[in-house]
């Protein structure tokens, strides 16, 4: 970008697009949006230039860099001649000069009052200053016509400066819901499970604010057999506070399996998984539930701009009480959801639906006084596949109910993480999902590589992460393990062939074998727990395992013969 960098590039652009990049969010926003809409075209030089001044700044430079952009100092840009600045931020300090600037939204338009950083007052986010609007440089791409409407009320000098563009994240979420599979296949959720992810946007009024203790006392009561949890947080929270203080202030919900969702990127086809969305006044939450996905309000701060879509959302949208089950809010909003709860919401956000993309690119390279590329205009691509986002649980309080006998045998199992066993009233949500039945218990289950050790000696049942190849060294594992830790009573190995092996405390081992999928050792295990308890026999056994409410499946039990000594 130097008055002699012409002497050092390879690529001779006819067009400088800047790109400033002031949080991480707006940074974000633009490199998702910007290859599809210059791909393949050499005509166009894209430069980023980082604005420092922004109370949320970390992790931007970060980001650029992996990323594999080319930064400049903001201050070299007053010292350049740029074609066109695309920003996602509204606020940043635009040095003089006569080019464009193009503002995309960063959310779903102007819906939210922020701390002005210039004033002690608020002002309405996405809104860019009126010095700039004055120059008639300034172009404010927006989703809708009411938020045209809405920009001119509270700013009149913005008359004649929108662009009706529609919603390329809108497009992508919703374009994306056939690969639902796939993403719940990538962050670890089963077929069977049911997805549960929470959205908090930023500040004193958001979900995490108004309840910190929301996602451990999820995962509390909701059998984890049944349900994952998962949490989007907005990247001001992250940037403000810190991955450290976040993962410190989850812990124990991290230990119980919360799928956290990384901060750029991950956040989208995590909400496009998602069976049923708890969040608040933020944008993640006008976009699931305008793209079909089952709502509960946990939060709605007074910051939240009245007439605006969000607003009409939480007119109609049920209300999470934190203080009440949390299960059966979750099973009732699910199953009293239709697809179209919300279309009226969605008419009111977006418009020009699948066809933000091609509005943005001819925007784009109009400003820039460029002939469009003779490809096809773009449209939205379905969402990369994410990381897996979870560490496994290494640790359960196990409910089991042995009801029947004789032929009719059937243990109900519900498995809860250990690491939020404290949170909230989780014993008596436990014994609320579980047949009413004299034979009941409760025991800790560990696996081989469960940190705390306190857990580890104080479990009734150990079972071991891998599956074994061979059953002898199924049996070597079992052995081994009930000399380590003499404080359990049985030990359990998965042998390939969806077989498990539960050793017991007095030298028996019982072959459990699943007449369904693959299951979990654990599971088989807690089987072979509550027949022990119960007094009941463990050779030839054929008992009805039900997975909470999940589903059932028939396992057999046969005692092995006991192995030879010596």
């Known amino acids: 970008m130097g008055h002699d960098a012409h002497r050092w590039s390879t690529f001779r652009g006819q067009r400088t697009l800047v790109v400033a990049a002031r949080t991480v969010t707006s940074t974000v926003r633009a490199l998702e949006t910007l290859p599809s809409l210059l791909r393949d075209d050499s005509r166009v030089t894209v430069v980023f230039a980082y604005d420092p001044t922004s109370a949320f700044n970390a992790g931007v430079l970060d980001l650029l860099r992996d990323t594999g952009c080319r930064v400049m100092p903001w201050e070299q ?13 509204e606020n940043i300090d635009v040095p003089e000069g006569d080019c464009p600037v193009l503002v995309l939204p960063h959310g779903v338009g102007f819906q939210k009052l922020v701390p002005d950083s210039r004033s002690p007052h608020d002002r309405l986010s996405g809104v860019v ?4 609007l004055e120059t008639g440089r300034a172009w404010l791409a927006v989703s809708h016509p009411a938020q045209e409407e809405q920009l001119l009320a509270a700013h009149p000098k913005a008359a004649g400066r929108t662009l009706l563009v529609g919603d390329p994240c809108f497009d992508e979420l919703v374009g994306s819901r056939p690969h639902r599979e796939t993403y719940r296949e990538a962050m670890g959720v089963a077929e069977h499970q049911r997805l549960v992810m929470v959205s908090s946007t930023w500040g004193p009024t958001s979900l995490l604010a ?8 999820l995962l509390a009561q909701l059998p984890c057999d049944e349900y994952r949890v998962g949490a989007i947080v907005h990247p001001n929270v992250w940037s403000a506070h810190g991955a450290w203080q976040i993962r410190t202030l989850q812990a124990a919900a991290l230990d119980a399996g919360l799928l956290l969702m990384p901060t750029v990127h991950a956040w989208r086809p995590g909400l496009v998984a998602a069976d049923v969305l708890i969040g608040d006044h933020g944008s993640v939450t006008l976009y699931g539930a305008s793209a079909g996905t089952p709502l509960l309000l946990a939060a709605f701060g007074r910051d939240a701009v009245p007439g605006t879509a969000v607003h009409h959302l939480a007119a109609v949208a049920p209300r999470l009480n934190a203080h009440k089950d949390l299960r059966r809010q979750v099973e009732d909003v699910a199953r009293e959801h239709t697809p179209q709860r919300y279309a009226a919401v969605a008419e009111h956000a977006f418009a020009e639906s699948g066809h933000a993309l091609a ?14 590329p003779p490809s096809p205009p773009p449209s939205p691509l379905a969402l990369p596949v994410p990381d897996p986002p979870a ?8 409910s089991t109910s042995v009801t029947g006998d004789g032929e009719e045998l059937a243990v109900t199992v519900c498995r809860f993480p250990a690491a939020v066993s404290a949170h909230d009233a989780a014993v008596s949500a436990h014994d609320a999902t579980l047949p009413r039945s004299p034979v009941s218990f ?25 599956p074994a190849s061979t059953a002898i060294g199924a049996l070597r594992w079992i052995e081994d393990t009930l000399t380590r830790l003499p404080g359990s009573l049985l030990a359990a190995s998965g042998v390939r062939g969806n077989r498990c092996l539960v050793g017991l405390r007095d030298g028996r081992t019982v072959e459990v074998t699943a007449t369904g999928p693959a299951l979990d050792p654990g599971l088989p295990a807690a089987v072979v727990y509550a027949c022990l308890r119960a007094g009941l026999r463990l050779n030839g056994a054929l008992v009805t395992l039900r997975i909470g409410d999940l589903r059932d499946e028939d396992v057999i039990l046969r005692l092995r013969p006991a192995r030879p000594t010596g």
């Open 77 to 89: 840009l007053g010292h350049t001649a740029p074609d066109l600045i695309l920003s996602a931020s």
């Open 129 to 132: 200053k009126d010095s700039l």
């Open 210 to 217: 108004s309840h910190p203790e929301l996602l451990p006392r």
């Open 359 to 372: 509005r943005l690119r001819t925007a784009v390279y109009r400003l820039l006084k460029l002939s469009e």
């Open 391 to 398: 560490s496994p649980v290494t640790s359960w309080q196990v």
């Open 442 to 466: 409760t025991h800790l289950a560990c696996t081989d590589d469960e940190r705390d050790h306190r857990l580890a000696e104080s479990a009734s049942v150990l079972i071991r992460r891998r």
